[in-house]
């Protein structure tokens, strides 16, 4: 199978793949990307099944472009390759592609998507597909363990999650580049040294903020601030950013904007910021 080495299955599922089916993992690129076209289509080794995670959340919760996409698809066709799609956040991708989720989801031979990340769904999650894989998923579903009764809270609160909370991504999306933006301006006013917005303007309501700084001082100033001034503006921070290039002494935190960050203008946003800073002199 060709994914990414940020993908999920590797670095957050310890290799599962391998581990546990055996399947040998091979990686088109190990660039902060989804591989491209040229890459796929010359990689030296063969293999049955391209796996894309959109968006890369490793990476910065980046997407290609649609035609980057449509063509990374092809060149896995090219070389008889089924394609997967792993969408746990792909509720959220339809913005920057300018396309309908359906649209996005028939380019792939399956779709993985889940209910507990952006529809905000207590647990659980989705495969889908043709009929015949769907039958076959179902018997390897219990051999793995995946056969988990009294799942009907799951799957209510996953379907209010496609009332409420997925006609308002697009408005989510749309602030996450107020607040990235907002969050630029401030840093680059205030004291820090250097700092990055990934990807800016971000792909999805999701993105990195890197800072040169130990998590622990980060999460000391995090929490501070959230204590005595009811500010939440990072949550936890780590070092290495999973492998996507961070550079040594410089720590990541992913920012999600939801219902309650609309409330958020760019103005709150930066006065955030330089609260922020202030903990950190």
């Given amino acids: 199978m060709a994914l990414h080495p940020l993908s999920h299955p590797e670095l957050h599922e310890g290799g599962a793949l391998g581990a546990v089916s055996g399947l040998r993992t091979v990686h088109p690129t190990s660039g902060p990307r989804l591989p491209s076209a040229e890459e796929v289509r010359e990689f030296p080794e063969p293999f049955g099944t391209l796996m894309l995670e959109l968006p890369l959340r490793d990476a910065g919760f980046v997407l290609p472009s649609w035609e980057e996409l449509t063509e990374v698809v092809e060149a896995a066709r090219e070389r008889d390759a089924v394609v997967h799609l792993d969408g746990a956040r792909l509720w959220e991708c339809g913005p920057h592609f300018g396309r309908e989720l359906s649209e996005i989801a028939a380019l792939a031979d399956s779709v993985y998507v889940s209910f507990y990340k952006s529809l905000d769904g207590l647990s659980g999650a989705v495969l889908a ?153």
């Fill in 129 to 281: 597909g043709p009929s015949t894989l769907v039958e076959e998923a179902r018997v390897w579903r219990h051999r793995y363990g995946g056969q988990v009764f009294q799942q009907y809270p799951a799957a209510l609160s996953a379907l209010l999650g496609l009332e409420r909370e997925l006609p308002r991504l697009p408005s989510y999306v749309a602030h996450a580049k107020v607040v990235a933006g907002a969050l630029a301006e401030g840093f680059a006013a205030s004291a820090v040294p250097w700092f990055r917005v990934r990807p800016e303007p971000p792909h999805t309501h999701q993105f990195q903020v890197w800072l040169p700084y130990g998590t622990e001082v980060l999460d000391e100033a995090s929490v501070r601030q959230a204590e005595e001034t009811g500010v939440a503006l990072f949550r936890r921070w780590f070092a290495g950013a999973g492998g996507a290039g961070l550079p040594p002494g410089v720590s990541c935190t992913e920012v999600t904007v939801a219902g309650a960050g609309l409330e958020w203008s760019a103005e709150d946003v930066r006065d955030a910021v330089a609260g922020f800073v202030g903990y950190l002199t």
